[in-house]
């Protein structure tokens, strides 16, 4: 399958969360006593990082700075995401949520990074040409002005799905698209007078000369007008928060076009590409939002360590998703690993990776190994924004954390035969199924390491 990618402009979005309870005597405004500060990339960035989970390989096209923003971007995208750079005029722009008891009290923005408007370097031309599909993320910051991308998007256009996920303050999209998704109020902004979301979803795909318009309406899921009709997608009741809170639906719209514009690539079409991503959407927002993939940057450690594989594993199955499971020694880690990993988070809601401890790696690779501790292994893991959590076991076969963790899939590189898995019977015995994935060829932890060797 060809990359899907991701072209638009990459925010740094950071969330300072603490308590509030009391006010400042100064003033009538709440005093925030900070506990942790996590950071996370946002617009085309948060948007690729979704794309990831949906598609295995992801190229982001975007303006980054040199500077300490820029820089920080650019380590928290990778290895998730291939970051092909433009000239950034200006500095990266930053967007700080101060929030308490899970709400948003005030943002505070900084950065006045733009596109340049020049000619595109090769290698972004040529990944471009060699996309399987793409998505546009605009958030404003005149990437989608410059001629050159209009010009090369609209080519594409003609030959691949092209998504583009518009702004208010974002240029025209170009016609040819294959969809295109306003929310309702840009939407509303761009036909001014037009109210109901089924009329502008059939309006806008004729003022955009596109294939399809998804008009995403929030708790009430999508209108999608694409030639046969207008059809409201709602959200399934499986997908729906429990409870009362007030949602953090933060980057709802990036994962809504990621997943859309992963479907298309797939071979789906424009109706089941909407529903599958007003699901993802839901679950998206049910699951915490774009805070969930913060990294944390302050002195507090995370409360909630994502090496809890069996809580995860209940809370998943608790709100009906569907829980992924993979397993191996990942020592040394390389690209045939990201591979299968991405691969397998693509299939369901969560990910978690079954480790060989250091104890099991001796007993099946020898003395030697492995290279890497069992702890450093997992911390690794679980730096990679699609595993969701690690489970160490002692045994030569991970049959027996299958058992505890029940999951609905469970995946394997294709180099294996699903009836030679020792730990099949007791996959199917919890009604899951055994899932076999494409590899990545010439790569091995044992051939790399006789390589070395050797040299």
Same mark, same amino acid.
């Not at 992963?262 to 424009?270: R, V």
């Given at each position: 399958m060809r990359p899907l990618v991701v072209l638009g402009d990459t925010l740094l979005d950071v969330d300072a969360e603490g308590t509030a309870e009391r006010l400042c005597p100064e003033a009538p405004v709440p005093v925030v006593d900070l506990t942790s500060r996590r950071r996370r990339p946002g617009g085309a960035g948060l948007a690729a990082l979704l794309a990831a989970r949906s598609a295995p390989e992801v190229v982001l096209v975007t303006p980054l700075g040199d500077d300490e923003g820029g820089h920080a971007l650019t380590g928290l995208l990778e290895p998730d995401v291939t970051v092909l750079p433009l000239p950034l005029r200006g500095t990266t722009v930053c967007k700080t949520r101060v929030r308490a008891g899970g709400q948003s009290l005030l943002r505070l923005d900084s950065g006045d990074g733009t596109a340049t408007t020049g000619p595109l370097p090769d290698p972004v031309r040529e990944a471009l040409e060699e996309a399987g599909a793409i998505l546009v993320a605009d958030y404003g910051r005149g990437l989608t002005r410059n001629p050159h991308v209009r010009r090369l998007l609209r080519d594409r256009a003609e030959r691949i799905p092209v998504v583009w996920d518009p702004h208010p303050r974002g240029a025209q999209p170009v016609p040819g698209l294959a969809l295109v998704t306003p929310n309702l109020a840009e939407a509303r902004a761009v036909l001014a007078g037009h109210e109901e979301p089924a009329e502008l979803a059939k309006l806008l795909r004729g003022h955009w000369h596109a294939g399809a318009v998804a008009v995403t309406v929030g708790s009430r899921g999508a209108v999608l007008s694409d030639g046969f009709g207008e059809t409201a997608v709602p959200i399934p009741a499986a997908a729906r928060a429990p409870g009362h809170a007030a949602p953090d639906t933060c980057g709802a719209g990036d994962r809504f076009a990621a997943a859309a514009t992963a479907a298309l690539l797939a071979g789906a079409g424009a109706g089941?590409?909407?529903?599958?991503?007003?699901?993802?959407a839901a679950r998206f927002v049910t699951d915490g939002g774009a805070t969930a993939l913060s990294t944390n940057d302050g002195p507090v450690p995370d409360p909630q360590p994502a090496t809890d594989a069996f809580g995860l594993a209940e809370r998943v199955r608790d709100r009906g998703g569907r829980l992924i499971a993979t397993g191996g020694c990942f020592d040394l880690l390389h690209p045939g690993h990201v591979s299968l990993l991405r691969q397998a988070r693509?299939?369901?809601?969560?990910?978690?990776?079954? @480790?060989?401890?250091?104890?099991? *790696?001796?007993?099946?690779?020898?003395?030697?190994?492995?290279?890497?501790? #069992? %702890?450093? =292994?997992?911390?690794?893991?679980?730096? @990679?924004?699609?595993?969701?959590? *690690?489970?160490?076991f002692d045994e030569d076969s991970p049959a027996a954390v299958l #058992? %505890?963790? =029940?999951p609905h899939v469970w995946v394997k590189g294709g180099d294996y035969a699903a009836a030679d898995l020792p730990?099949?019977?007791?996959?199917?015995?919890h009604g899951g199924e055994v899932v076999l994935v494409p590899t990545v060829p010439g790569y091995s932890t044992s051939r790399l390491v006789a390589a070395a060797a050797s040299a």
């Amino acid at each position: 399958m060809r990359p899907l990618v991701v072209l638009g402009d990459t925010l740094l979005d950071v969330d300072a969360e603490g308590t509030a309870e009391r006010l400042c005597p100064e003033a009538p405004v709440p005093v925030v006593d900070l506990t942790s500060r996590r950071r996370r990339p946002g617009g085309a960035g948060l948007a690729a990082l979704l794309a990831a989970r949906s598609a295995p390989e992801v190229v982001l096209v975007t303006p980054l700075g040199d500077d300490e923003g820029g820089h920080a971007l650019t380590g928290l995208l990778e290895p998730d995401v291939t970051v092909l750079p433009l000239p950034l005029r200006g500095t990266t722009v930053c967007k700080t949520r101060v929030r308490a008891g899970g709400q948003s009290l005030l943002r505070l923005d900084s950065g006045d990074g733009t596109a340049t408007t020049g000619p595109l370097p090769d290698p972004v031309r040529e990944a471009l040409e060699e996309a399987g599909a793409i998505l546009v993320a605009d958030y404003g910051r005149g990437l989608t002005r410059n001629p050159h991308v209009r010009r090369l998007l609209r080519d594409r256009a003609e030959r691949i799905p092209v998504v583009w996920d518009p702004h208010p303050r974002g240029a025209q999209p170009v016609p040819g698209l294959a969809l295109v998704t306003p929310n309702l109020a840009e939407a509303r902004a761009v036909l001014a007078g037009h109210e109901e979301p089924a009329e502008l979803a059939k309006l806008l795909r004729g003022h955009w000369h596109a294939g399809a318009v998804a008009v995403t309406v929030g708790s009430r899921g999508a209108v999608l007008s694409d030639g046969f009709g207008e059809t409201a997608v709602p959200i399934p009741a499986a997908a729906r928060a429990p409870g009362h809170a007030a949602p953090d639906t933060c980057g709802a719209g990036d994962r809504f076009a990621a997943a859309a514009t992963a479907a298309l690539l797939a071979g789906a079409g424009a109706g089941e590409a909407v529903t599958t991503a007003v699901e993802a959407a839901a679950r998206f927002v049910t699951d915490g939002g774009a805070t969930a993939l913060s990294t944390n940057d302050g002195p507090v450690p995370d409360p909630q360590p994502a090496t809890d594989a069996f809580g995860l594993a209940e809370r998943v199955r608790d709100r009906g998703g569907r829980l992924i499971a993979t397993g191996g020694c990942f020592d040394l880690l390389h690209p045939g690993h990201v591979s299968l990993l991405r691969q397998a988070r693509a299939l369901g809601d969560a990910l978690v990776v079954c @480790l060989n401890s250091d104890s099991s *790696v001796r007993a099946l690779k020898g003395p030697g190994r492995p290279l890497v501790r #069992d %702890r450093d =292994r997992a911390r690794l893991l679980t730096a @990679l924004s699609f595993v969701d959590a *690690v489970a160490v076991f002692d045994e030569d076969s991970p049959a027996a954390v299958l #058992d %505890r963790l =029940r999951p609905h899939v469970w995946v394997k590189g294709g180099d294996y035969a699903a009836a030679d898995l020792p730990e099949r019977e007791v996959v199917e015995r919890h009604g899951g199924e055994v899932v076999l994935v494409p590899t990545v060829p010439g790569y091995s932890t044992s051939r790399l390491v006789a390589a070395a060797a050797s040299a």
